[in-house]
Each structure stands twice: as structure tokens, then as C-alpha cells.
């Protein structure tokens, strides 16, 4: 693909980077709070959430571990669909977690992640942090405990986020014009 037709597919930036960089920072702060006399291990919820992992760690001043995850991207309602691609490989038994994902959409993937981690790692506590949220496209209530934006139901790309695995290098916030 040439360059200019590729960048010809992106609309306006709904989120621009200082503005993510931002609430990331307010996000940690409130982490760090929250875990002041312990531990945590940060999974990373593979490819989508590698940006805001990267940069949430960056600001956290507390002792940490750090591991990624991986699962069959997924669109529909059948849970039986959801396969993992890539394990953990830190033990997190007895540890506190919390889940980084790019966006909640269906919630269909964190719910399943959250009963996978439950049922199959035994971590002490286990909390979602997610740097966006389309609320209005929810099928399963899930419980996000860190929430950068609500954002109205629109297709965005950057920051992680991908149009058919492009777009994830973009440092803003995107609408997808196909
Ligand atoms: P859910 O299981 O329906 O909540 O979907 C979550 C996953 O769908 C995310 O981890 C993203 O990979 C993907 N997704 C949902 N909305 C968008 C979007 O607007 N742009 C890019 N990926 C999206
Ligand atoms: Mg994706």
C-alpha cells in the first residue's frame, strides 16, 4: 500500500496524544495509591494494549512485574470461540493484578479473560484497567476499575489500536474512515 492512500483512511483524531498521556498519568497516580505497600502484576492483553501498557508502567512508582497475554481476536457473542494464543509465563498466585486492555466493547474478552485468570492462576485480586470504553456497545456487564474515556461507538485506530493490524503505531486517537 502506498502511503498516501493509507493515511487518506484516517478521519479526526478523537483523542490526541497529550490528552491520552494525560488521564495515563492520573491513572497510574491513582494505582499507585491504591498499592502503596504492595505488588502488582500488570498483564498486558496483547497486541492492542502494548502502547498503554508501555506508558502506564512508565508512571507507576511501585514495585511491579510485567507480562503479556494472548488471545484469538474475536468478534460475536459465542464465548466457546475465544481461544489463547499466548500464556503467561509469571506465576501469579497470591499476587495482585491488574488486567491492561486497549478498549471494552462487548466485554465479551474481559469477561473471559477475568475467569480464565480466576479459574486457572488463582491470583489474590484481580482489577481491569482500560484506557477506553464504548459503553453503549456493552453485551456482558463487566467491572473496569481504571477507565481512561468513554468514547461513542465509532471505529478507532492508533495507540495500539488496529484496522486490520495497521494503525497501531499512531501516537493519537483516531476515527477510521474505511
Ligand atoms: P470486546 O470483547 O467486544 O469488548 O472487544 C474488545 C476488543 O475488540 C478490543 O480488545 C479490540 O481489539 C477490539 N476493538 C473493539 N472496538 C475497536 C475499535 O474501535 N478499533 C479497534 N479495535 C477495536
Ligand atoms: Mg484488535
Redesign the pocket.
Known sequence: MKAKSYYKKLGKILIPSAKLQRKIREIAKQIEKDYRNDEVVFIC?LK?SFRFLSDLVSYVRIPLNIDFISFT???GTDPGKIRIIKDLKTDIRNKNVIVV??????????DFIMKYLKDFKYPRDIRICALLD?VS?RKIDVTIHYRGFVIPD????GYG???REYFRELNDIRIYNG
Open positions: 492483553n492492542g481476536s474475536y468478534h486492555e486497549d478498549i471494552a466493547d462487548t466485554g465479551v474478552t474481559i464504548k456497545k465509532k471505529f478507532i485506530v489500536l488496529d484496522y
